[in-house]
């Protein structure tokens, strides 16, 4: 089975620009999270949902961030207008209730904004 | 508030060595999940083991294993006999538990095994 899939892999970008970046969970999977790295603050959650409902956005830095879940099989992370501070590696993650919580992570976006 | 603290920041071993990576957590919450997680060089998250907070049995998975003591919150992570390849950052996390809930990351311990 094909893991959890993010599109694009590397996104270099200059200040101000839209940035967009998607994710497909597992199949069967209805819970998604999208969380960011940076060396400063490590791995914090940005926001997440169940059956495509947004449950927790606490973790969205500020209205320049916004994430959309249309339908099960996708999400869009959305950041407008970019700013540097923004360069990190975003992951996605997702799970389902047989799995316990057990979240699988998507390869990354890194993103660099410059 | 739940925190998760991982107060090792970086860990060097040579191979063979054993090596042990602290956890210890905070939450208010009676029922929780812990995890570890880790991350070669190549960016990947890659799930390791969930503990359920009812369970405080050990476990052992080959060269790991999992120390978990709610009497002191801790969970920490042991590597057997090292290898380079297991040179890492290892995170731990928790969440509450039932399906669906976010996890919260300690900042990690980078582990670098040289031959």
């Known amino acids: 089975d094909a893991g959890v899939i993010q599109s694009p892999r590397h996104e270099v970008t200059e200040m101000g620009q839209e940035v967009t970046l998607r994710c497909k969970p597992i199949?069967?999977?209805?819970?998604l999270f999208w969380y960011r790295q940076t060396m400063m603050r490590g791995l914090e959650l940005l926001i997440y949902?169940?059956?495509?409902?947004?449950?927790?956005d606490s973790g969205m830095p500020e209205d320049r961030f916004s994430a959309k879940m249309p339908n099960a099989s996708f999400s869009t992370l959305k950041i407008q207008p970019s700013e540097p501070r923004d360069s990190a590696v975003y992951f996605c993650?997702?799970?389902?209730?047989?799995?316990?919580?057990?979240?699988?992570f998507g390869p990354g976006t890194r993103l660099t904004v410059l | 508030a739940q925190k998760v603290t991982q107060a090792q920041t970086e860990i060097s071993v040579v191979e063979k060595e054993d090596v042990t990576l602290d956890c210890v957590y905070e939450?208010?919450?009676?029922?929780?999940?812990l995890f570890w997680y880790k991350q070669p060089p190549s960016g990947e998250l890659v799930f390791l083991i969930r503990?359920?907070?009812?369970?405080?049995q050990n476990e052992i998975s080959g060269r790991y294993s999992w120390n978990f003591q709610k009497s002191t919150s801790s969970f920490n992570f042991t590597i057997t006999a090292s290898q380079v390849v297991d040179s890492a950052v290892y995170f731990c996390?928790?969440?509450?538990?039932?399906?669906?809930?976010?996890?919260?990351f300690g900042k990690g311990t980078t582990l670098s095994v040289s031959s």
């Open positions: 199949s069967g999977h209805n819970s």
């Open positions: 993650a997702s799970t389902s209730p047989e799995r316990y919580n057990e979240q699988f």
């Open positions: 949902f169940n059956n495509n409902v947004p449950i927790d």
């Open positions: 503990r359920n907070s009812f369970d405080e």
């Open positions: 939450t208010r919450d009676t029922t929780y999940y």
């Open positions: 996390a928790l969440s509450e538990a039932g399906g669906g809930t976010a996890l919260i």
